[in-house]
């Protein structure tokens, strides 16, 4: 069964802090993930990797793929209270774009 | 730029009750979802379309419909709502293929009494 693990399920840091979150996938014959953050409503899209497009950055944030242990991390430097949100984290199964969701890690910055 | 838009926003029904969510989009994007998020669970797929006139099941279908009424508009109905149908649903689209990102609408709570 495809699945989509994220860890840790919560964390509380200080503003000015690095975080890495971390996504584990088990889909089967994978073509891309996909890193969101919710806020109070929707999910806003932060980054798709995929085989050939491995690492992502942008500003803060950045983004790594490892294909060989099927996981993805989400790096964020130095904190801001405006970073507290879910990140989400998604799989694409054999490559048919029902993308699943693991369960997010919630993330609060504290001033 | 509306992007997409969901309707309504909260309802509250009783159980036994039927409704439809409403879902346009007007980026002229191909695939279109529905999941619902409930807490401690992320988000989980209901039923995806990848064009208009198709329709695929999703992670949790049970209990629920959808039609793809045309390429701007994904329903999701239910025919006879449960209290487990209490949740936030999502409809999102994607242009599909070479970037997968997908779009979200601002969400529906709907809770069932």
């Known amino acids: 069964e495809d699945k989509v693990v994220q860890s840790p399920l919560s964390l509380v840091v200080h503003e000015g802090d690095t975080v890495t979150l971390n996504c584990s996938y088990e889909?089967?014959?994978?073509?891309?993930l996909l890193w969101y953050k919710q806020e109070k409503k929707a999910p806003t899209f932060l980054f798709m990797l995929?085989?050939?497009?491995i690492e992502k950055k942008s500003g803060r944030l950045s983004s790594i793929l490892d294909k060989k242990e099927l996981s993805s991390i989400l790096n964020i430097t130095a904190t801001q209270t405006g970073d507290s949100a879910i990140y989400l984290c998604?799989?694409?199964?054999?490559?048919?774009?029902?993308?699943?969701f693991g369960t997010g890690t919630r993330l609060k910055v504290l001033a | 730029n509306a992007g997409v838009t969901q309707t309504p926003k909260f309802q509250v029904l009783k159980t036994g009750q039927s409704m439809t969510l409403q879902c346009a989009q007007d980026?002229?994007?191909?695939?279109m979802y529905w999941y619902r998020q409930d807490p401690g669970m992320g988000l989980r797929l209901i039923y995806y379309?990848?064009?208009?006139?198709?329709?695929d099941k999703g992670e949790v279908p049970n209990g629920y419909n959808v039609s793809r009424l045309n390429k701007r508009e994904f329903s999701l109905r239910l025919e006879s709502a449960a209290p487990s149908q209490t949740s936030v649903y999502f409809c999102?689209?994607?242009?599909?293929?070479?970037?997968?990102?997908?779009?979200f609408g601002e969400g529906s709570r709907l809770t069932v009494l």
């Open positions: 999102a689209s994607s242009r599909q293929g070479h970037t997968g990102e997908l779009f």
């Open positions: 889909v089967t014959n994978f073509r891309s």
């Open positions: 995929t085989s050939s497009g």
């Open positions: 998604a799989g694409d199964p054999s490559g048919t774009y029902k993308y699943i």
């Open positions: 980026m002229n994007h191909n695939s």
């Open positions: 379309s990848a064009s208009e006139g198709t329709t």
